[in-house]
């Protein structure tokens, strides 16, 4: 466990780059028997809990929630919470303390609130990784250079978190599987309707669940999909106008040029013709 002084916390907070994002505490407890904090008086960081194995359970004004391996824990700051390890199957934990001028866009983004404090990472891996990288250079000292590399490795773990929106709610599974169709049917003809379907959804309820999810409308999010691959094959082929829009799902070349000129501000040829790189 390591925790930095609180005045070299508020020294941070004023320094540029870790005025950002400070890692004010973390840790890694295997294997946690009797583990447990209670803190009725709320604090200014939030709190970030990994259970790699065994389980446990945290607590806030929402209520009781059961943690298990796999699960990450976000309590924001300015709320009490308790959390602690299952007596018959103690969790190991890696974890970390986060303040700064950037944690609360995180937390708005990400939809981090003690109403929904569990998350299931789609690689939690990844996390664990990140939250070591953070105990690597805590542990090597207090110097601006160290604490600016941990903040950085936070940075990435909590924009990970933000980005990786799963609740473990089975809600978003259908719509995971219907943003990831339209990433793998670029040219593909489908309506809200025929996703929806696919889904085993209503229209509205899909579209209300898909927007959520991905923070864009389906059809909004299909273009952007379309034009980022009109914008690779402009770039790095020769083909036609024509047949660059076949290939990202507009038949009508005509209708390809006004949609790209509309989300870029220019025609394809206009852009084709830019200097980038």
């Known amino acids: ?24 505490d973390c840790g890694y407890f295997p294997e946690a028997h009797s583990h447990g904090r209670v803190r009725t008086t709320p604090i200014s960081q939030a709190v970030i809990i990994v259970c790699a194995k065994g389980g446990g359970w945290c607590e806030t004004p929402a209520g009781r929630f059961p943690v298990t391996a796999g699960q990450v824990i ?56 990140l939250i070591a990288e953070v ?7 207090t110097t601006t250079a160290s604490l600016l590399a941990a903040a950085g490795a936070a940075w990435h773990l909590m924009a990970l978190l933000a980005s990786d929106r799963s609740t473990g709610d089975g809600r978003y599974a259908a719509i995971d599987r219907a943003a990831e169709y339209l990433r793998t049917h670029i040219d593909d003809h489908v309506s809200v309707a025929e996703l ?16 959520s999810r991905i923070g864009y409308p389906a059809l909004q999010y299909q273009t952007q999909l379309r034009m980022a691959r009109a914008r690779e094959l402009l770039d790095t082929t020769d083909q036609s106008i024509a047949a660059v829009a076949a290939a990202t799902g507009y038949p009508d070349s005509f209708y390809f040029a006004r949609q790209f000129k509309k989300v870029h501000g220019v025609t394809p040829f206009g852009y084709r013709g830019q200097r980038k790189g």
């Open 196 to 211: 929806a379907a696919m889904s085993r959804l209503s229209g509205s309820h899909f579209a209300a669940l898909f927007k």
């Open 74 to 129: 976000i309590l924001p700051p300015g709320h009490p919470h308790s959390y602690g390890s299952n007596e018959d199957t103690p969790w190991t934990l890696w974890w970390l303390h986060v303040t700064g001028r950037d944690l609360p866009e995180f937390l708005t983004a990400a939809g981090m609130t003690p109403d929904a404090p569990i998350r299931t990472p789609s690689d939690v891996y990844r996390v664990v990784a």
């Open 1 to 24: 466990m390591l925790v930095l002084p609180r005045p070299r916390v508020r020294e941070a907070l004023q320094q540029p780059g870790t005025s950002h994002l400070v890692v004010t």
């Open 135 to 141: 105990l690597q250079w805590m542990e090597r000292d």
